[in-house]
């Protein structure tokens, strides 16, 4: 049974918030892992089953060579996303980061806060156009209220 899909909203429970957190992030870096674990046999397997059985034999030799450069280039992208996960989740020591590193992670976290920060503006303006509408629904209850008390009290008098 599939679930489905999940709206992405600020979780207000910070224990709550936390422990999402850390399942995502462990999620991330299970994908990330297994992105780095893939084994050669599988890619030559996958290279030779896609390859017609004439150009097996001369392409032969041309294939390792391929499937290195793959691997190498998968490697060095798992490489970059992990330590891209690392500096977002401030796993790396920034003891041990360079300076253009660190300036690279103060740009990444001024714009995630300037993001943050417009998000929260946008919901709070929302909110208060919401609070608006409903003081103007109060306002309107209030007054035809008042003039059902006046009725009521115009009618008892007379």
Known sequence: MARGKVQMRRIENPVH???????????????AKELSVLNME?????????????QVESTEQNI???????????RREVDLLQNSLRYMYGEKDIN????????SLESNLEVWVNNIRSTKMQLMS??????KNKEGILK???????????????????
């Open 140 to 158: 309107a209850a209030n007054d035809i209220l008042q003039e059902r008390v006046l009725l009521a009290i115009n009618s008892c008098i007379l």
């Open 42 to 54: 599988g890619l030559i397997e996958r290279y030779k089953c896609n390859l017609p059985e004439a």
């Open 126 to 131: 929302r909110e208060i156009e919401m609070l």
């Open 64 to 74: 390792p060579m391929v499937i290195q450069q793959d691997v190498l280039f998968l």
């Open 96 to 103: 041990h980061m360079n300076l253009g590193e660190l300036q």
């Open 17 to 31: 918030r936390q422990v999402i957190f850390c399942k995502r992030r462990m999620g991330l870096l299970k994908k």
